[in-house]
């Protein structure tokens, strides 16, 4: 790999780090919102529903506006506008402002992924899983530190401060985007970004890459949001506990990132799919059963940290084996919006069972949602092959 493309990836890892650090930043924060608002799992969980709905539908959005002014302005508006927002959030400590700020942040952060994506399957067309790998890892490696960090300066200066330390850092990270030129697709062509989305519904192989990010979607949208509240509330450990837990898990993260993308260019993505759904299970199982409370979370951030995020690459370089380039941003556009949009109806449902039914109980949704997931590529698997044996027969 040339060292531009390497600085590139570095760049984009960092820009995709605090991305998702949004979003991370919150589930630590949970027990003490909770706290010094009053408020409930449930009113937590629909007042910043909307953010993480809006968070999938923007990624239509995203893949639209960086054809009209280029991928480098679209994702420095992205890092920047949304680091801005979390000054709302700063200004207007209430559930109310938490509400509106995470809103914003939301459809700004949205912008990112499509055009990334798109960006990184033109530019490794050789090696897309492994550069996936590396993008999704350099995240991790960031994101690793953000529960924690956002734990103890919850704890240490309002759960506001929080948000706001990681908006001052995504816009110092986005000047440098400003002098950053990107390959850009052709402008203006808005037709054929309808007929991309139009298409991404008409090829067999992505209905099932879709409904196995939906239903991973509402996996790992659910149990990020609940994992510290679950931790502190159903298992009687400290917050600052927790957010070493979520961020052991980020950690663990980046090993399942390198190898799922790695693994995932010699073996094929199906397989790689079908392993993180089955190690994600035995993840789940580990924190709901073990009889030693160390040892069952210990080896849940393992198992989870790196079987689940292995899918990541293999699932984006799978869109691109059964994608055109020139349709690639549209289809990255719907695939996140799956797994972010329709994946976040996992936080009010995840709220309301935490409410009514019971922490453990929402944890066997999640092995609920991971089932499905390790199903439905097998199905990929034959489709694959009989479409290749369709194409020899023509």
């Keep these: ?103 914003l942040v939301s459809v700004w952060a949205s912008l990112y992924h499509p055009t990334a994506n798109s960006i990184i399957s033109k530019v490794y067309v050789n090696d897309a899983a492994a550069a996936m790998g590396v993008h999704g890892a350099a995240a991790s490696l960031g994101q690793a530190f953000t529960p924690a960090v956002a734990a103890f300066m919850g704890l240490a200066f309002g759960w506001q401060s929080a948000f706001l330390l990681f908006g001052i850092i995504s816009m110092a990270v986005s000047l440098f985007f400003l002098g950053t030129a990107f390959e850009r697709s ?83 993505g199906e397989k790689i799919l079908i392993l993180s759904s089955a190690g994600s299970i035995i993840a789940l199982l580990c924190l709901l059963r073990f009889s030693s409370l160390l040892i069952g979370i210990v080896a849940f951030t393992m198992f989870y940290g790196i079987f689940h995020f292995a899918h990541q690459p293999a699932l984006t370089s799978l869109v691109a084996t059964h994608s055109r380039q020139e349709t690639r941003g549209a289809i990255y556009g719907v695939l996140f919006l799956m797994v972010y949009g329709v994946g976040s109806l996992s936080v009010p449902i995840t709220g309301y069972s935490a409410d009514h039914m019971g922490l453990d109980f929402v944890v066997m949704l999640f092995l609920a949602y991971s089932l499905v997931t390790a199903i439905v590529p097998i199905f990929l698997s034959r489709n694959r092959k009989q479409r290749a044996i369709d194409c020899m027969d023509h």
């Design 1 to 103: 790999m040339k060292m531009r493309n390497r600085l590139l990836l570095l760049l984009l890892g960092t820009a995709h780090s605090l991305n998702h650090s949004f979003f991370l930043v919150l589930p630590p924060l949970i027990p003490l919102i909770l706290k010094e608002t009053g408020a409930s799992i449930q009113a937590v969980s629909l007042a910043t529903a909307a953010g993480y709905i809006v968070y999938g539908l923007g990624a239509l959005v995203g893949g639209a506006l960086s054809d009209r002014i280029g991928e480098r302005s679209v994702i420095l508006l992205s890092l920047g506008l949304s680091g801005l927002s979390t000054a709302i959030m700063y200004g207007y400590p209430t559930i109310f402002g938490l509400a509106i700020g995470f809103l």
């Design 186 to 268: 052709s402008r203006g062509n808005q037709s054929r970004y309808r007929r991309g989305i139009a298409e991404a519904f008409r090829v067999p192989e992505m209905w099932i890459l879709f409904i196995y990010s939906i239903f991973a979607g509402l996996c790992f949208r659910g149990l990020e949001f609940i994992l510290p509240t679950f931790l502190v509330g159903g298992r009687g450990l400290s917050i600052e506990t927790a957010g070493l837990a979520s961020s052991l898990v980020l950690a663990f993260s980046i090993v399942g990132q390198l190898l799922g993308g790695r693994s995932a260019d010699r073996m094929g």
